[in-house]
């Protein structure tokens, strides 16, 4: 049974451009977070989506937006990009239960150059 | 609002040494604690959570933590540990069974022969 997929594993982009990237949730499950891991910190939640719907939201710039899509999969995109925003994406998913705890993707490394 | 903190950026210690990784939180309300392990080019996984109970949790791989209320901390320990633990842990924190995590900076485990 697969875990949780995202998509690219690396990606590369200049400052200014948008980025998209993907998470497929862990099989069952109905709940996806996205977490931003800058180096040497610990992940910072960004937003979670739930019924194709932003659930909640973190401390972060209308810049990041994302979409679940009704196969629970989720993207995350960001615009004009900044220097800033070069970070690991960590995309975890759950079921709506309490407690249930979180399934985390292997993440994809941006860097904005 | 709640916050964690990770005494230790870096543990090194040698093989079949014990160890204690700590964690301090601050919460205006109960709380849910979880350590997470993540080792090079991975996503997180849980290694222990604390919901309520028994203050002493036990986790996978040998590792255990102790809910401390009093002293708000929720310290990890292994009583030996091997090559294979040198890895970041992360201590985090929720406020609700549905809510998302807040995690610390992480403390890096190097495990020496």
């Known amino acids: 049974d697969a875990g949780v997929t995202q998509s690219p594993t690396h990606l590369i982009k200049t400052r200014g451009q948008q980025v998209t990237l993907r998470c497929s949730p862990k099989?069952?499950?109905?709940?996806v977070s996205w977490y931003q891991q800058a180096l040497g910190q610990g992940p910072q939640f960004i937003f979670q989506?739930?019924?194709?719907?932003?659930?909640q939201r973190g401390n972060f710039p209308d810049r990041f937006s994302g979409h679940q899509f009704p196969n629970y999969s989720s993207e995350l995109n960001v615009n004009a990009l900044l220097l800033g925003d070069s970070a690991l994406y960590l995309c975890?998913?759950?079921?709506?239960?309490?407690?249930?705890?979180?399934?985390f993707g292997s993440g994809t490394r941006l860097t904005v150059v | 609002a709640q916050s964690v903190t990770q005494l230790d950026s870096q543990v090194p210690v040698f093989e079949e040494a014990p160890v204690e990784l700590r964690c301090n939180y601050s919460?205006?309300?109960?709380?849910?604690l979880f350590w997470y392990v993540q080792y090079p080019n991975q996503g997180l996984q849980l290694l222990l959570k604390?919901?309520?109970?028994?203050?002493l949790v036990k986790g996978i791989n040998g590792f255990e933590a102790e809910f401390n209320k009093s002293q708000t901390s929720f310290h990890l320990r292994k009583p030996s540990v091997h090559i294979s633990d040198t890895a970041e842990y992360f201590c985090?924190?929720?406020?609700?069974?549905?809510?998302?995590?807040?995690f610390g900076k992480g403390t890096m485990l190097l495990v020496s022969p």
């Open positions: 975890a998913s759950s079921l709506d239960r309490p407690y249930y705890g979180y399934t």
């Open positions: 099989s069952g499950h109905d709940t």
């Open positions: 989506y739930y019924e194709e719907e932003e659930r």
């Open positions: 919460s205006s309300v109960s709380v849910y």
């Open positions: 604390y919901l309520s109970g028994s203050t």
């Open positions: 985090a924190v929720s406020d609700t069974g549905y809510s998302t995590l807040t």
